[in-house]
């Protein structure tokens, strides 16, 4: 069962932040949140990660609510290359593994 | 080095043919996967190896069949596949799939394009 839930689409004008929501309400307590993107026809690439607490690194930034259950990926000032599916996944442990549970991601365009 | 390597980056097969697709990582990285993407969809996954060993296969048919013959190369055999295994097959390859790792983060590399004719 899909863990998260992404709005389909959206676009963003270049050199604007783009701010990418993401829904996952049943997570547990010490499952990750990753996000990935993947430009056409590309191999995915992974952008953040975090559990609790806001993260940024030079991509972007993760900002994720107290209750854990939404998050939002932040690319501050995004360029035509930003263009891609973003993906939102939680690491959760399942069959005695961690494995990544992709959401069905968002295709976000970045528009001059 | 940063990079997953897959080869060949297009195949065309028929529902009779054996074919393998290749991957390589040089990055010291013991643990590597193999996806299915089909086409607006996210990547399903396949397999996973962990030091070399098998350590998830998601009810894949046994029409494929994986290989790891070192810590660099995982191999994916391909026989008596149908249409409907047409898809983006991705490797990916993480530092390990210990859990403590908070990152584990997975490198990708660009896919194989298969259709089977």
């Known amino acids: 069962d899909a863990k998260t839930t992404q709005p389909p689409s959206m676009d963003c004008a270049e050199g604007r932040a783009a701010n990418l929501p993401c829904n996952h309400s049943?997570?547990?307590?010490?499952?990750?949140v990753y996000w990935y993107r993947q430009i056409h026809s590309q191999g995915p690439q992974y952008i953040i990660h975090?559990?609790?607490?806001?993260e940024t690194n030079e991509m972007a930034s993760l900002i994720i609510t107290e209750d854990r259950k939404s998050s939002t990926l932040i690319l501050p000032h995004a360029t035509l290359r930003d263009t891609a599916v973003y993906y939102c996944?939680?690491?959760?442990?399942?069959?005695?593994?961690?494995?990544?549970?992709w959401g069905a991601g968002t295709k976000l365009i970045i528009k001059p | 080095d940063t990079e997953v390597t897959q080869t060949p980056k297009h195949l065309v097969m028929g529902m009779t043919n054996k074919k393998s697709l290749k991957c390589e990582q040089h990055?010291?990285?013991?643990?590597m996967y193999w996806y299915k993407q089909k086409a607006k969809k996210p990547p399903e996954l396949m397999f996973v190896?962990?030091?070399?060993?098998?350590?998830i296969n998601e009810s894949v048919p046994s029409r494929f069949s994986p290989e790891c013959p070192n810590s660099s190369l995982l191999n994916l055999h391909l026989h008596a596949l149908q249409p409907e295994d047409s898809a983006l097959y991705l490797c990916?390859?993480?530092?390990?799939?210990?859990?403590?790792?908070?990152?584990?983060?997975?490198?990708f590399g660009p896919g194989t394009r298969l259709t089977v004719l």
């Open positions: 975090g559990l609790k607490n806001n």
């Open positions: 190896y962990s030091y070399e060993k098998l350590s």
């Open positions: 990916a390859s993480s530092q390990t799939l210990t859990p403590g790792l908070a990152i584990n983060e997975q490198f």
């Open positions: 990055m010291g990285h013991r643990a």
């Open positions: 996944i939680v690491r959760a442990f399942m069959d005695s593994n961690y494995q990544l549970i």
């Open positions: 049943t997570i547990s307590g010490n499952e990750y």
